[in-house]
């Protein structure tokens, strides 16, 4: 289990690319030149947009995390930065760890690991129910997860089955 602060990042949960959601993809690629080859768009929430890409030194698929230009007032500058500070700051075998950080032209931006596998959302929606040791299980684990976050002072606030990664048996 991992948890994620963006939307659904495994392979099934893509969006249609919308023209915003074209030129925020040109603008991504334009500003990050050839550090990353962006592949699509996974959703987004809130005030960011999520895009699966390749990382081109190391090879590896990494989920970009944008704040767009739309949202850039101060406040949002602010809190997305906050967001980015509190998340490379937990290390924990059940969160998604966050690789890099920066801004390119007008953008701001985090990556994180791809996730391969679903979200809780799409395994409930195949499975209707899950076995109750299975139940416990995650539980145990997402727990786990947000009462080491609460320790270091990070409160989610937006926990839900399109944030539970599960990748595995994990």
Not at 50 to 68: I, M, Q, S
Not at 79 to 107: D, T
Request: no cysteine; aromatic share 4%; hydrophobic share 45%.
């Amino acid at each position: 289990v991992g948890l994620a602060g963006s939307r659904d990042h495994s392979p099934t949960a893509t969006v249609p690319e919308s023209p915003v959601g074209s030129s925020l993809r040109e603008q991504l690629a334009a500003a990050l030149g050839q550090a990353y080859a962006i592949e699509r768009e996974l959703g987004g929430g809130g005030m960011s947009r999520v895009f699966l890409a390749t990382e081109t030194a190391l090879g590896r698929r990494v989920v970009l995390k944008v704040l767009p230009p739309e949202f850039a007032a101060e406040v949002n500058v602010e809190r997305f930065r906050r967001e980015i500070q509190l998340a490379a700051a937990l290390q924990h075998p059940h969160v998604v760890p966050l690789l890099a950080a920066g801004s390119a032209g007008n953008l701001l931006y985090f990556s994180m690991p791809f996730v391969e596998g679903e979200s809780l959302r799409v395994r409930l929606a195949r499975e209707r129910e899950l076995p109750v040791a299975e139940t416990v299980r995650l539980l145990r684990e997402i727990v786990d997860a947000l009462a080491y976050a609460h320790r270091r002072g990070v409160v989610h606030r937006d926990i839900k089955p399109d944030n539970i990664l599960l990748s595995e048996q994990h």
